[in-house]
């Protein structure tokens, strides 16, 4: 659905699976094999999987200036769970956050999430305002103020709704 290029860095790993769950059309890509293997998830791991990615939906549409779609467990109480490590490069002092365990997709969102509050890319993640999409996006903007996942989509039929209503 969108036209947009992916967030950028560890960033888009975040943005890939809130955009796992289409919500017009209800395909979900954490439903079949093929689409849990980016995230190396094995079948039993889908639930907190879903819960993780609501959540991340919901601060997505908070990051826009939307209320959240529905009720999710806080990201901050699912982000706590995941174990981080700090190595510190002994030569040059240069210091890198990466999940402690490298297949839990937890503590990879949550590495994600802290490289983007450091680089300060995280605010610009942001989830569509149109309730049918609240798909994930990264809004290179200069302002930091889009809307929409896509002009040509969302973000028409939005404009159109509003030129009809008038």
Same mark, same amino acid.
């Given at each position: 659905?969108?036209? %947009?290029?992916?967030?950028? =860095?560890?960033?888009? @790993?975040?943005?890939?699976?809130?955009?796992?769950?289409?919500?017009?059309?209800?395909?979900?890509?954490?439903?079949?094999?093929?689409?849990?293997?980016?995230?190396?998830?094995? #079948?039993?791991?889908?639930?907190?999987?879903?819960?993780?990615?609501?959540?991340?939906? /919901?601060? *997505?549409?908070?990051?826009?200036?939307?209320?959240?779609?529905?009720?999710?467990?806080?990201? =901050?109480?699912?982000?706590?769970?995941?174990?981080?490590?700090?190595?510190?490069?002994?030569?040059?002092?240069?210091?890198?956050?990466? #999940?402690?365990?490298?297949?839990?997709?937890?503590?990879?969102?949550?590495?994600?999430?802290?490289?983007? @509050?450091?680089? =300060?890319?995280?605010?610009?993640?942001?989830?569509?305002?149109?309730?049918? *999409?609240?798909? /994930?996006?990264?809004? %290179?903007?200069? /302002?930091?103020? =889009?809307?929409?996942?896509?002009?040509?989509?969302?973000?028409?039929?939005?404009?159109? %709704?509003?030129?009809?209503?008038?």
């Amino acid at each position: 659905m969108n036209d %947009r290029a992916p967030a950028p =860095g560890a960033l888009a @790993l975040v943005q890939a699976l809130v955009n796992t769950l289409d919500i017009e059309s209800g395909a979900d890509l954490l439903d079949t094999a093929e689409g849990r293997k980016p995230f190396g998830l094995a #079948a039993p791991d889908v639930p907190a999987a879903r819960e993780l990615r609501e959540s991340l939906r /919901a601060v *997505c549409l908070a990051h826009a200036g939307h209320p959240p779609h529905r009720d999710v467990t806080p990201l =901050g109480r699912l982000l706590a769970r995941a174990p981080l490590v700090v190595s510190v490069d002994g030569h040059d002092g240069a210091a890198t956050l990466t #999940a402690a365990e490298p297949a839990p997709l937890l503590s990879r969102v949550a590495a994600a999430i802290a490289q983007a @509050l450091v680089d =300060g890319t995280w605010p610009r993640l942001k989830a569509c305002e149109a309730p049918a *999409c609240h798909w /994930a996006y990264y809004d %290179r903007s200069p /302002a930091c103020r =889009g809307r929409w996942c896509t002009m040509s989509v969302c973000g028409a039929r939005a404009k159109m %709704r509003r030129y009809r209503a008038k």
